[in-house]
């Protein structure tokens, strides 16, 4: 006997079917999968599900697929394979318009043509080799806000973003934004479907503003004994007139060393003379040699995490560097665990990445060590000086079953419930990417 | 010309709120004297005014709060008021409502330099920021013109931009957490200061919500290194055409200047009545264009620049070489907003956006449509990122000027809407753009903006007409709900 609710969506939408197992969401199995080729086409779609009650997970090459909660339904997986449109590069302009399907290396193809690029480098970005799980796509970039180095100088996905459609639970398109670089007409849904891990609505083109490929780049690294030291060569380093790109961070293990390197982008020359400069600014202040290399460090731009390991981000005030190192190695050293710290530490962003082999009773009590020790007013700064109730955060960006099972992911949220009045307001069902959120949004 | 004169809708509750007001800031800074009321009737676009029912001044975040609290509870509308110099009519006040302005939140509360953050009350003015940051090399980069005057907490609702937001980016790049008080009175926290909060990002969707969403108490900004060098161009051109070509060729080099500003030969000669500014004679355009960030690179990038606009034809191109001649340079352009004045006895200043390739078609579109309703229009505008803010000067002396003026300054937003632009790129839409946005948006994008409104203030009492043309009706979400059970959604209780 056919299947009615397939009988329908197949009349909103050409290519519609049975999942596969390989549409499975961290063990979550979808009964269908569908593959809209235009926005209209996903409105049909959303609005066929929305008449079954359907859960929806928007889905784009699955590179980050298994970040976050698994949802806590999933009947019908929106795939944007088909939508896979470069709309528009006004090279003139820097800007460029997306189908949310078009992979973030095919889009650099694009750019890359005319000078230019969207400033955007997550792990796996399409820059590096393999390994890290293959480019991702324009709305997965979206959905994650994920970020790599580059954030430093040019923010995340929602700094880049400047318009978006979208197609809400209900199958209503909605346009916000636009193609012109300043903008303030309306409500900026870009930036609340920007890190929004597909539960406000399905993501189906975007516009970015885009900036030119630099010239030359250059890596200056220092190597630096202590926390202290680290902190300082970044403090000096993100206050320079050098005017770097990207600060990171990178220490594998307790009794390593730290990496400090800094990238410079800009013309050849100027590069180098700049290099010259955060060279002995680092030594002066890493305590150390500083090296200057045309090519990254082996770790520069990668997450530090394997894919079925635990990855975890912590934001935090970049004053508090050394402190919140030494809490993390603190939360760490009970629970046994030596965690690889890497990450963007003058952004005041830094991942904690445990090996998938890691003990999971292990890795539940370092999570809840640690976001114990974000509170303390010794990591937060708030001993000294005025600073929001909650001012660093450790949020789990994913683990493998047994501690993502046993922890609470996203940890406390600042204004939780008026992102729950904000979900309710988009998605009054609960029908997309149900409990993939912070507290259980 | 509006003049909002609608009775007030119940001025006994109006009268007992003034009473409730007087233990929470002090009888002082409750106004309720008509001619003091007065003096709030309108922000910087003058055009639109309507006396305030109600004044407040509270000192405190807490005070807010109580005050929030007793006009959601009297169901009585309210705004929130910096320093008035919002240009599209965003803090105008209601004659049935409460006009709660923060000018005596001034305190910036901390300059943490290492982690490069600021925290201000929001009355706090835009420079003054960069004042306290300077000591430790750093500043705060939004800078709209206003920005002496103009408050931290009426930049966050404006979303405001500046001369240097093309390279250095808007307020909504800068801000990384807000203390807010909700439309329901409750004082809570958006963002946590780092800029990587978990969740939704509310600061984002706050910031340029144009006081619609809750009133604004604490911010922290982020600061930025001071550039090691600064050089200001300022190159002179025969036509627009040729001005306009040099930008083209700057971007289009891969060159990120922190300004590119133009103006044409009317805001020239306005300017110049005004400040004896002494550009170039005879241009029919004057391009600056400022450089800032490492010596070496500002050094290649302004020789790059220099051959750029003598290739585009420019007969003449000065080079400030210290802030005395950089301020020199931009007092013509500062100026020219008020300098129309000397010109023209009236004039509308327009806010609008095109691609930045447009910008050849669009201002020439413009000419032809001044010359034809006979009203002059002076161009200036932040040529980087194609935000054009026309001056349409007009005499309102002249029975029908004014009415001609605003439909040719409405014409001038339909071309730009036209060419994939945008109503406004700085200014807001508040209360003398929203009858446009139906042209740059669908319904369903509006209503779809609308339910951001609805989860932060349902009963529409937070700056209401405001941005939309028409309020959506927050109560039911149409529809059959079957949905998580209220007490499973708010978290109260599990459900396996």
Same mark, same amino acid.
């Given at each position: 006997?056919?299947?009615?609710?397939?009988?329908?969506?197949?009349?909103?939408?050409?290519?519609?079917?049975?999942?596969?197992?390989?549409?499975?969401?961290?063990?979550?199995?979808?009964?269908?999968?569908?593959?809209?080729?235009?926005?209209?086409?996903?409105?049909?779609?959303?609005?066929?599900?929305?008449?079954?009650?359907?859960?929806?997970?928007?889905?784009?090459?699955?590179?980050?697929?298994?970040?976050?909660?698994?949802?806590?339904?999933?009947?019908?997986?929106?795939?944007?394979?088909?939508?896979?449109?470069?709309?528009?590069?006004?090279?003139?302009?820097?800007?460029?318009?997306?189908?949310?399907?078009?992979?973030?290396?095919?889009?650099?193809?694009?750019?890359?043509?005319?000078?230019?690029?969207?400033?955007?480098?997550?792990?796996?970005?399409?820059?590096?080799?393999?390994?890290?799980?293959?480019?991702?796509?324009?709305?997965?970039?979206?959905?994650?806000?994920?970020?790599?180095?580059?954030?430093?100088?040019?923010?995340?996905?929602?700094?880049?973003?400047?318009?978006?459609?979208?197609?809400?639970?209900?199958?209503?398109?909605?346009?916000?934004?636009?193609?012109?670089?300043?903008?303030?007409?309306?409500?900026?849904?870009?930036?609340?479907?920007?890190?929004?891990?597909?539960?406000?609505?399905?993501?189906?083109?975007?516009?970015?503003?885009?900036?030119?490929?630099?010239?030359?780049?250059?890596?200056?690294?220092?190597?630096?004994?202590?926390?202290?030291?680290?902190?300082?060569?970044?403090?000096?380093?993100?206050?320079?007139?050098?005017?770097?790109?990207?600060?990171?961070?990178?220490?594998?293990?307790?009794?390593?060393?730290?990496?400090?390197?800094?990238?410079?982008?800009?013309?050849?020359?100027?590069?180098?003379?700049?290099?010259?400069?955060?060279?002995?600014?680092?030594?002066?202040?890493?305590?150390?040699?500083?090296?200057?290399?045309?090519?990254?460090?082996?770790?520069?731009?990668?997450?530090?995490?394997?894919?079925?390991?635990?990855?975890?981000?912590?934001?935090?005030?970049?004053?508090?560097?050394?402190?919140?190192?030494?809490?993390?190695?603190?939360?760490?050293?009970?629970?046994?665990?030596?965690?690889?710290?890497?990450?963007?530490?003058?952004?005041?962003?830094?991942?904690?990445?445990?090996?998938?082999?890691?003990?999971?009773?292990?890795?539940?009590?370092?999570?809840?060590?640690?976001?114990?020790?974000?509170?303390?007013?010794?990591?937060?700064?708030?001993?000294?000086?005025?600073?929001?109730?909650?001012?660093?955060?450790?949020?789990?960006?994913?683990?493998?079953?047994?501690?993502?099972?046993?922890?609470?992911?996203?940890?406390?949220?600042?204004?939780?419930?008026?992102?729950?009045?904000?979900?309710?307001?988009?998605?009054?069902?609960?029908?997309?990417?149900?409990?993939?959120?912070?507290?259980?949004? | 010309?509006?003049?909002?004169?609608?009775?007030a809708r119940a001025p006994?509750?109006l009268a007992?709120l003034a009473?409730?007001?007087?233990?929470?800031?002090?009888?002082?800074?409750?106004?309720t004297?008509?001619?003091?009321l007065?003096?709030?009737?309108?922000?910087?676009?003058?055009?639109?005014?309507?006396s305030p029912g109600l004044v407040?001044?509270?000192?405190?975040?807490? +005070?807010?709060?109580?005050?929030?609290?007793?006009?959601?509870?009297?169901?009585i509308p309210?705004?929130?008021?910096?320093?008035?110099?919002?240009?599209?009519?965003?803090?105008?006040p209601s004659a049935d409502g409460v006009l709660?302005?923060?000018?005596?939140?001034?305190?910036?509360?901390?300059?943490?330099?290492?982690?490069?953050?600021?925290?201000?009350?929001?009355?706090?003015?835009?420079?003054?920021?960069?004042?306290?940051?300077?000591?430790?090399?750093?500043?705060?980069?939004?800078?709209?013109?206003?920005?002496?005057?103009?408050?931290?907490?009426?930049?966050?609702?404006?979303?405001?931009?500046?001369?240097?937001?093309?390279?250095?980016?808007?307020?909504?790049?800068?801000?990384?957490?807000?203390?807010?008080?909700?439309? +329901?009175?409750?004082?809570?926290?958006?963002?946590?200061?780092?800029?990587?909060?978990?969740?939704?990002? $509310?600061?984002?969707?706050?910031?340029?919500?144009?006081?619609?969403?809750?009133?604004?108490?604490?911010?922290?900004?982020?600061?930025?290194?001071?550039?090691?060098?600064?050089?200001?161009? $300022?190159?002179?051109?025969?036509?627009?055409?040729?001005?306009?070509?040099?930008?083209?060729?700057?971007?289009?080099?891969?060159?990120?200047?922190?300004?590119?500003?133009?103006?044409?030969?009317?805001?020239?000669?306005?300017?110049?009545?005004?400040?004896?500014?002494?550009?170039?004679?005879?241009?029919?355009?004057?391009?600056?264009?400022?450089?800032?960030?490492?010596?070496?690179?500002?050094?290649?990038?302004?020789?790059?620049?220099?051959?750029?606009?003598?290739?585009?034809?420019?007969?003449?191109?000065?080079?400030?070489?210290?802030?005395?001649?950089?301020?020199?340079?931009?007092?013509?352009?500062?100026?020219?907003?008020?300098?129309?004045?000397?010109?023209?006895?009236?004039?509308?200043?327009?806010?609008?956006?095109?691609?930045?390739?447009?910008?050849?078609?669009?201002?020439?579109?413009?000419?032809?449509?001044?010359?034809?309703?006979?009203?002059?229009?002076?161009?200036?505008?932040?040529?980087?990122?194609?935000?054009?803010?026309?001056?349409?000067?007009?005499?309102?002396?002249?029975?029908?000027?004014?009415?001609?003026?605003?439909?040719?300054?409405?014409?001038?937003?339909?071309?730009?809407?036209?060419?994939?632009?945008?109503?406004?790129?700085?200014?807001?839409?508040?209360?003398?753009?929203?009858?446009?946005?139906?042209?740059?948006?669908?319904?369903?994008?509006?209503?779809?903006?609308?339910?951001?409104?609805?989860?932060?203030?349902?009963?529409?009492?937070?700056?209401?007409?405001?941005?939309?043309?028409?309020?959506?009706?927050?109560?039911?979400?149409?529809?059959?709900?079957?949905?998580?059970?209220?007490?499973?959604?708010?978290?109260?209780?599990?459900?396996?």
């Open positions: 006997m056919p299947d009615p609710v397939l009988a329908q969506l197949s009349r909103a939408c050409q290519q519609v079917g049975a999942a596969a197992p390989a549409d499975a969401v961290a063990g979550v199995t979808p009964s269908y999968a569908a593959s809209p080729a235009s926005t209209k086409e996903a409105a049909a779609l959303l609005r066929a599900a929305a008449e079954h009650g359907l859960a929806v997970l928007p889905r784009g090459r699955g590179t980050r697929i298994d970040w976050a909660v698994p949802p806590r339904r999933c009947d019908l997986v929106v795939r944007t394979d088909r939508l896979s449109q470069v709309l528009e590069h006004a090279a003139g302009d820097l800007t460029a318009s997306a189908q949310a399907g078009v992979g973030l290396d095919q889009l650099a193809d694009v750019l890359g043509t005319a000078g230019q690029r969207l400033a955007v480098d997550p792990p796996g970005g399409g820059q590096r080799g393999p390994g890290q799980g293959g480019s991702g796509t324009v709305g997965g970039l979206i959905a994650t806000g994920v970020a790599g180095p580059l954030r430093f100088r040019y923010g995340g996905p929602r700094d880049l973003l400047i318009g978006l459609t979208v197609v809400r639970a209900d199958g209503t398109i909605a346009r916000a934004g636009g193609k012109v670089v300043k903008n303030v007409a309306g409500y900026d849904i870009g930036k609340l479907f920007a890190g929004s891990y597909g539960t406000l609505g399905l993501i189906t083109e975007a516009t970015f503003r885009l900036h030119p490929l630099p010239q030359a780049t250059v890596h200056v690294t220092v190597r630096c004994a202590n926390a202290e030291a680290a902190q300082a060569a970044v403090d000096a380093t993100a206050r320079s007139p050098v005017a770097p790109a990207a600060v990171e961070l990178h220490w594998p293990s307790a009794g390593a060393p730290l990496a400090v390197s800094a990238l410079l982008e800009g013309e050849e020359y100027a590069v180098a003379a700049r290099a010259e400069v955060l060279r002995e600014l680092l030594a002066a202040a890493g305590g150390g040699s500083a090296e200057t290399s045309a090519h990254a460090p082996d770790w520069w731009g990668l997450s530090p995490a394997a894919a079925d390991g635990t990855l975890l981000r912590i934001g935090f005030w970049p004053g508090r560097l050394a402190a919140l190192l030494g809490a993390v190695r603190g939360a760490a050293r009970p629970a046994g665990l030596d965690p690889v710290l890497a990450g963007s530490a003058a952004a005041g962003v830094l991942h904690a990445a445990l090996p998938a082999a890691a003990d999971p009773a292990a890795a539940v009590v370092f999570i809840e060590a640690l976001r114990a020790a974000l509170s303390e007013p010794a990591v937060t700064g708030a001993a000294d000086r005025p600073r929001p109730p909650a001012s660093a955060s450790a949020l789990v960006l994913h683990a493998p079953p047994a501690v993502r099972d046993a922890v609470d992911m996203w940890g406390p949220v600042p204004s939780l419930a008026i992102m729950r009045a904000v979900k309710d307001q988009f998605d009054p069902e609960h029908r997309m990417a149900p409990g993939r959120f912070a507290g259980g949004i | 010309m509006t003049t909002s004169s609608q009775p006994a509750s007992v009473e409730r007001m007087v233990p929470i800031c002090g009888a002082a800074n409750v106004i004297d008509p001619v003091e007065r003096t709030y009737e309108c922000d910087g676009l003058t055009a639109h005014r309507c407040v001044l509270p000192a405190s975040a807490d +005070q807010v709060a109580q005050i929030v609290r007793e006009c959601a509870a009297a169901r309210f705004v929130a008021r910096g320093s008035g110099t919002g240009l599209s009519g965003g803090a105008l709660i302005v923060l000018s005596k939140m001034r305190r910036i509360i901390d300059i943490d330099p290492v982690s490069r953050r600021a925290t201000v009350e929001p009355g706090v003015t835009n420079l003054s920021v960069s004042k306290a940051a300077e000591p430790h090399g750093l500043f705060y980069a939004p800078d709209p013109s206003s920005q002496v005057i103009c408050s931290v907490g009426g930049n966050v609702a404006e979303n405001s931009g500046g001369a240097h937001c093309l390279k250095h980016g808007f307020t909504v790049h800068h801000v990384t957490g807000l203390e807010i008080v909700t439309p +329901q009175g409750e004082l809570t926290w958006l963002g946590d200061g780092t800029g990587c909060a978990p969740g939704y990002d $509310l600061v984002g969707a706050f910031t340029g919500s144009e006081g619609t969403l809750g009133i604004v108490t604490k911010i922290v900004v982020k600061l930025t290194p001071i550039p090691e060098a600064v050089t200001t161009l $300022l190159a002179a051109f025969a036509t627009m055409g040729a001005g306009g070509a040099a930008v083209s060729a700057i971007i289009g080099g891969g060159i990120l200047p922190g300004a590119i500003e133009m103006m044409d030969a009317l805001a020239i000669e306005a300017a110049e009545a005004a400040v004896q500014c002494e550009y170039p004679a005879g241009a029919g355009a004057v391009l600056i264009v400022e450089l800032d960030g490492p010596q070496v690179e500002v050094a290649r990038e302004t020789a790059a620049v220099r051959a750029i606009c003598q290739a585009e034809g420019a007969y003449e191109i000065r080079a400030a070489a210290d802030a005395a001649e950089r301020a020199v340079i931009w007092a013509g352009r500062k100026s020219a907003f008020a300098a129309v004045g000397r010109i023209s006895p009236a004039y509308i200043v327009q806010d609008g956006v095109v691609p930045r390739t447009a910008l050849p078609r669009v201002l020439d579109r413009i000419g032809e449509l001044s010359a034809q309703a006979g009203i002059r229009v002076a161009n200036v505008f932040h040529a980087g990122d194609g935000n054009l803010h026309p001056l349409v000067l007009f005499d309102d002396a002249v029975p029908g000027q004014g009415e001609a003026a605003e439909v040719l300054s409405g014409q001038i937003l339909d071309l730009c809407i036209e060419h994939g632009g945008s109503i406004t790129g700085e200014h807001g839409v508040g209360v003398d753009k929203s009858r446009y946005m139906p042209k740059m948006f669908g319904a369903d994008d509006l209503d779809t903006m609308q339910l951001l409104r609805c989860a932060f203030d349902a009963d529409g009492l937070c700056n209401p007409g405001k941005v939309f043309p028409t309020p959506r009706l927050c109560g039911e979400v149409p529809g059959v709900r079957h949905g998580p059970h209220p007490l499973v959604a708010s978290g109260a209780v599990d459900q396996f």
